[in-house]
C-alpha cells in the first residue's frame, strides 16, 4: 500500500493535538469520492500523541457514527456500528490504532493485543473511511491531509511517524 496522505488533528478551542492519521491506499488519489468508489484495501493509521480513555474514544465514533452516517445507514448496519464502537479501546500516549479495510472481509480494527473484525459489505466499509474523508471528518485539516491537500510542512516528521513511501 502506498501512503495517501497524512494530517494531525487537533481539537477544541486551544487546538490540543490528539493524533496523526496517515492514508493508506494500494493506488493514491486525492479525490474523496473516488476512494470511496474503489474496491480495494485501505488503511487508516492512528498515532496518538495525547492519551484519550476508552470512553472518550467510543462517544467520538458513536459521533461520527452519527453525524456521517444516513438514517437508512445507521439501521442497515446498527450491529456493525456498535462492535465498531465495542472493538475501540483506550488509547495511550505514543500507541497506535489500524483501521483495515479488505474487500469480501470487513473493517479489521487493530489497536496493541486487540484485533477486532468486524465482517461487513463495501456500504459499511465506506461508511468508516467517509468518517474521515467524507463531508463530515473530525475537522477539515484531517480530511485535506489524509486526500494529499495538506502543505508539507504541517506534520514534523518524526521517528514514529508514518513517513514510509510504501507499506
Known amino acids: 500500500m502506498k501512503l495517501n496522505g497524512e494530517a494531525l488533528c487537533e481539537w477544541g478551542f486551544f487546538k490540543f493535538d490528539l493524533y496523526r492519521i496517515a492514508l493508506w491506499l494500494e493506488n493514491t488519489c486525492s479525490d474523496s469520492e473516488e476512494i470511496l468508489q474503489r474496491d480495494e484495501a485501505r488503511c487508516l493509521e492512528l498515532r496518538f500523541v495525547r492519551s484519550l480513555d476508552e470512553g472518550d474514544m467510543q462517544k467520538a465514533y458513536r459521533e461520527s457514527f452519527r453525524v456521517n452516517a444516513t438514517p437508512l445507514e445507521k439501521k442497515q448496519f446498527s450491529r ?35 484485533n477486532t473484525l468486524i465482517e461487513s459489505n463495501k456500504g459499511f466499509q465506506d461508511l468508516v473511511f467517509r468518517m474521515y474523508v467524507g463531508e463530515k471528518p473530525p475537522t477539515k485539516d484531517v480530511r485535506k491531509g489524509l486526500l494529499g491537500q495538506h502543505p508539507p510542512t504541517v506534520i514534523p516528521a518524526e521517528k514514529e511517524s508514518a513517513d514510509a513511501p510504501e507499506k
Request: aromatic share 2%; glycine share 12%; hydrophobic share 35%.
Open 80 to 114: 456493525e456500528i456498535q462492535k465498531f464502537i465495542d472493538g475501540v479501546k483506550a488509547a495511550p500516549k505514543r500507541s497506535s490504532m489500524r483501521i483495515e479495510s479488505l474487500p469480501g472481509l470487513g473493517i479489521t480494527i487493530i489497536q496493541g493485543e486487540s
